[in-house]
């Protein structure tokens, strides 16, 4: 199982960010994606989730109405739209995807909202 994280960087609070996460290895299709951060003296949490064949969706409370997650099946790929950003959502972002109770990660990317 491979996961690549891209598309973080530094944004001006309100503006937007766009992340993706390349997958490899495992039947992508077949499996629910999520997305995770970290920040700074913080624990890891839970930002959203999607289902395999994209029928339902989560966020966590503090990006609902913000953040939209999708993924492309033909392309291997699972992305986060993040919009209205503020700078309590400077982190790290992982992709993350759970097969026999295992869970995987990617590297994460920086994420930091900042004037």
């Known amino acids: 199982v491979q996961l690549v994280e891209s598309g973080g960087g530094l944004v001006q609070p309100g503006g937007s960010l766009r992340l993706s996460c390349a997958a490899s290895?495992?039947?992508?299709?077949?499996?629910?994606m999520s997305w995770y951060r970290q920040g700074p003296g913080k624990e890891r949490e839970s930002v959203a989730t999607?289902?395999?064949?994209?029928?339902?969706?989560t966020y966590a409370d503090s990006v609902k109405g913000r953040f939209t997650i999708s993924r492309d099946n033909a392309k291997n790929t699972v992305y986060l739209q993040m919009n209205s950003l503020k700078p309590e959502d400077t982190a790290v972002y992982y992709c993350n995807t759970k097969r026999a109770s295992i869970n995987y990660w990617g590297q994460g990317t920086q994420v930091t909202v900042s004037s």
């Open positions: 999607i289902s395999s064949a994209s029928i339902s969706t």
């Open positions: 290895g495992f039947p992508f299709s077949r499996y629910d």
